[in-house]
């Protein structure tokens, strides 16, 4: 099974993600962890060149296909040199980020008439034509862009300049956080509100109800 934790730049991804094997081990389910982009990865190359501003000061300067491309062959290397063993084997995989990021990233860089489009070449590329295994479940964690942008602020309090061309632009996450309901409501993903009342909800809030949304879903396979 490939569970994906999905959501905007500072919406607590990298907080839950190291969180759900430990619990799900202390119930006597084991896994694999994985996620992407693989930084530690040659394959990486062209995203880090991309998120520096190298190809262009924003987001807009590379259209959607290009740099869905870049994010799809780095998650081609990562299956095929390590993590397609175990998920052929039939292990649980749960991975921070997966294809789902290009649906939320770069479907916004396209008008809303050609989103559905975008969803049917991004499917038929990853999963048919480079054969990446399709998600069991994707878990969107929603976090309101005003939100996670204090959140990254205090992530990047004495560095600044160390944020990449999608976070240091609130207009373009909040164009994502469209195109990721969007998407979340016609592709069936199980979207778990992380702020109530314009407040975060806490870590263990969240990390139950993730745990919860999981054990249900592996109860039904």
Known sequence: MLIVIEGLDGSGKSTQVPLILPELRRRGIDGMKISFPDYDSESSALIKMYLSGALGADAAAVNAYAASSFYAVDRY??????????????????TERYTSSNLIYQMCKL????????????????HNKLELPEPD??????????????????????????????????EFLKDCSKTAAYTAGKL????????????????????????????MKLERR
């Open 77 to 94: 290397a990562s299956f095929h040199t390590k993590w397609k063993r175990e998920y052929e084997k039939g292990a649980l995989i749960i």
């Open 188 to 215: 069936g993903w199980h979207v778990i509100e992380c702020a109530k009342a314009g407040k975060a909800r806490s870590i263990e809030e969240i990390h139950k109800e993730i745990i919860e949304t999981i054990l």
């Open 111 to 126: 008008p809303k008439e050609q989103w559905d489009e975008y969803i049917a070449w991004e499917n038929d590329f990853e």
């Open 137 to 170: 479940l994707v878990i969107y964690l929603s976090m309101p862009p005003d939100i996670s942008q204090s959140l990254l602020t205090r992530r990047y309090e004495k560095n600044e300049g160390a944020r990449d061309i999608h976070e240091s632009d609130l």
